[in-house]
């Protein structure tokens, strides 16, 4: 069975994170690879519904989802989790997760500036907020703790989804993960 490992793609919404782990998912199936994209949206449609967004259930939401990326990876899978994780205290939680129970774990920070996550605005959050209609917005009224030394830090604004993958693959061979 191959070695299995969590790659845990941080940033602010519209980011890239979700499309950055989908492209990095063919790029692994196809060296034989098993994957699983645990997307944070989908994860609070089904797993995590019952949080909200204080600082508190945020912290859980990445508790939970940490869980089950450290038992995929620690089966042979490959755990891509595009996730915001605004805290950083949160993130180092899911990393001493892995850590304690010996399985590969990989942060990478796809550092994209607000304003371009703005332009993006994938879901339409920015506008939302931008209104009034939602408050809370990871990086415009609620916080985003960068992390300080990730493994790997994208700058998704100024290179392509193929190139970012890429990126993420060729750190994921070098430590035997790929």
């Not at 690879?33 to 204080?54: C, Q």
């Not at 949160?90 to 850590?99: L, P």
């Not at 879901?123 to 990871?138: F, H, P, R, V």
Request: glycine content about 8%.
């Amino acid at each position: 069975m191959s070695t299995g490992a969590t790659v845990w793609l941080t940033g602010l919404p519209s980011a890239g994170k979700t499309t950055i782990a989908h492209e990095l998912a063919g790029l692994l199936r196809a060296d034989g690879r098993r994957v699983e994209v645990l997307d944070g949206d989908e994860i609070r449609a089904v797993l995590t519904a019952d949080l909200g967004f204080s600082r508190a259930d945020r912290h859980t939401n990445v508790q939970r989802i940490g869980f089950l990326a450290e038992l995929l990876a620690r089966n042979g899978v490959t755990a891509l989790v595009p996730v915001i994780a605004p805290y950083s205290d949160s993130r180092e939680a899911v990393r001493k997760r892995h850590e304690a129970g010996g399985t590969a774990y990989v942060e990478v920070h796809v550092a994209t500036p607000v304003e371009v996550c703005s332009a993006r605005d994938v879901k339409g959050l920015y506008a939302k907020q931008a209104a009034g209609e939602i408050s809370g917005l990871t990086g415009v009224d609620d916080p985003y703790e960068e992390p300080v030394a990730p493994d790997l830090r994208i700058e998704s604004h100024t290179q392509t989804v193929v190139e970012s993958a890429a990126a993420v693959h060729q750190l994921l061979a070098e430590r035997g993960l790929a």
